[in-house]
């Protein structure tokens, strides 16, 4: 976009962080400079304005091939073929320090077996990885996970065999016979057919993703009623949202909240899967739904994933939510041109730094199937309040949390780490530092580090942009998500403020 003809990135980049690479520019991004932005009047002056100011060597996309020799033979557009051998120079260069034009035998990237692709390994890690990426939202312990196989599951919604929408968007190909074909790609109900070994499934979509089904609402409910348990797949797809295609909305489709409504309402053993890249208000399922369970777009392993959690075989459960969930009057409580994370005037504030209203789930939240217990161990440092100087990086101080399995089952669980500040108008409510997760087995304890210094107390100067050592009082908190913390650190900072790291000034 207008960034690529920015000088604050060639600058900053180069000359503020002694970046030597080369920068390429997003798919379009410099036509959208003159055809959308209207920043620069034609091709030629959005082609020097991309290649001097902004620095950008590489354009993903057909106006450098199209305009090139016409901006540097322009004498009223400030730019020449010195930037243009610069340009080349950064990218031919950074291709001769990775051997690309040594002879073939001599890279190691080209003598690699296929075998290596989608090799076993491979594959495991893929699984492990979307194990671990299901968050499990709320769960009953009566009417809630884990369902019992050898039974009648009903698989319901939009999603029951969804393929497409797993794997989301941007990918290449999946499938051995081509790109577009997706048949080797597990749905959420052929997963469950398969995990469901000795039962019975039956399915009903009940619904579109954004309308009615004549009769499918109706339909859903008497497939309901057969089963003892019932999996509700809800959520959107790139029907909803994509990349240049927003949504005007957070809502889960109104239809979807009709369906849910109808089968969470016969009392059964349920659980609500979400399908979805962008968040969805949940308000009316949280209340009604048993089970919970966020996958976002899981990816090609995604329907296995799901089975295995909602049978209790996913030994890995454990993810937390990357976002709040907020009511779908969100929306209308925040500017969407008003880039300002604070709370102002009627906005509550954004993300989980700012955010001063009620979620209907906040980050971090995410639970196990099994239970923890999490406590402080031994640290370096037994007193209630821990004391820096500003500016000093030489002290880092090791904070210990022991996490025991207490349950019958193994699983995951993840220790974050929050600083926030106890100075009026320091920065957020509360910020990041540090997190690590650990897989435990039942009765299995493992002792996580922490170390507390000075950086972890740094905040912001809202006037210059600078990250400052400030002197006050802070609390490092600890939390296995959500809002809640089972440890609190006192710290204070004594001196002058000192700059850690200078906003870039160019």
């Known amino acids: 976009m207008k960034t690529c003809a920015n000088s604050f990135l060639n600058n900053v980049l180069r000359k503020e962080w002694g970046f030597n690479g ?8 410099i036509e959208d400079i003159y055809k959308e932005h209207k920043y620069t009047k034609d091709g030629p002056s959005a082609t020097c304005a ?3 100011d902004g620095g950008c060597d590489i354009n993903s996309g057909a106006v450098y091939s199209n305009y090139l020799l016409d901006a540097v033979g322009d004498t009223t557009l400030d730019c020449d073929m010195n930037d243009v051998k610069t340009a080349l120079q950064r990218t031919l260069g950074l291709r001769f320090k990775l051997g690309l034009f040594d002879p073939i035998e001599d890279q190691p990237l080209w003598n690699v077996s296929m075998d290596v692709v989608g090799s076993q390994n491979h594959i495991s890690t893929n699984q492990l990885a979307t194990k671990e990426s299901m968050v499990l939202l709320q769960n009953d312990a009566t009417l809630g996970l884990p369902f019992e196989i050898g039974k009648t599951i009903a698989v319901i919604g939009p999603h029951t065999n969804a393929s497409a929408a797993l794997v989301g968007n941007y990918l290449g190909q999946i499938c051995p016979d081509g790109v577009s074909d997706l048949s ?12 469901n070994v000795g039962g019975r499934v039956v399915s009903s979509a009940g619904c579109t993703i954004t309308g009615n089904i004549t009769g499918g609402i109706a339909a859903a409910i008497e497939i309901a009623k057969t089963a003892d348990y019932i999996v509700l797949m809800l959520g959107i797809d790139q029907s909803v949202e994509g990349e240049s295609h927003d949504r005007t909305h957070i809502d889960l489709p109104l239809s979807q909240h009709l369906l849910a409504a109808a089968i969470l309402g016969l009392g059964k053993s349920s659980v609500v899967v979400l399908v979805n890249g962008g968040m969805v208000a949940i308000e009316e399922e949280k209340k009604m739904a048993p089970s919970i369970l966020e996958t976002f777009y899981p990816g090609f392993w995604g329907a296995s994933a799901i089975a295995d959690t909602i049978i209790g075989m996913n030994d890995h459960l454990g993810g937390k939510l990357p976002i709040t969930i907020y009511s779908k009057e969100y929306i209308n409580q925040v500017k969407m ?8 005037n009627s906005s509550p504030g954004r993300s989980y ?3 001063t209203g009620a979620p209907t789930f906040p980050a971090f939240t995410g639970m196990s199937l099994t239970t923890f217990n999490v406590s402080k161990s031994k640290t370096d440092q037994n007193t209630d309040v821990i004391i ?4 000093d990086t030489n002290i880092s101080l090791t904070y210990g949390i022991k996490v025991t399995n207490t349950g019958t089952r193994k699983g995951d669980e993840v220790i974050f780490m929050f600083a926030s500040s106890k100075n009026e108008g320091d920065g957020p409510i509360r910020r990041l530092t540090g997190f690590e997760r650990v897989h435990l087995s039942p009765g299995e304890s493992k002792i996580l580090h922490f170390s507390i210094d000075i950086d972890t107390v740094k905040i912001t100067d809202s006037a210059t942009g600078n990250i400052i050592s400030s002197a006050g009082n802070y609390e490092v908190s600890f939390s296995t998500g959500g809002i809640d913390y089972f440890a609190v650190q ?5 001196g002058d403020d000192v700059v850690m790291e200078r906003f870039p000034s160019f």
């Open 22 to 29: 080369y920068i390429t520019s997003d798919t379009g991004a």
């Open 490 to 494: 006192q710290v204070r900072v004594q």
């Open 337 to 344: 041109s008003d880039m300002s994370f604070k709370p102002h």
């Open 184 to 195: 080797c790609v597990e749905t959420p109900y052929e997963a469950i057919v398969r995990i």
């Open 353 to 355: 730094r700012y955010y």
């Open 50 to 52: 991309a290649l001097k």
């Open 388 to 391: 820096f100087q500003t500016g």
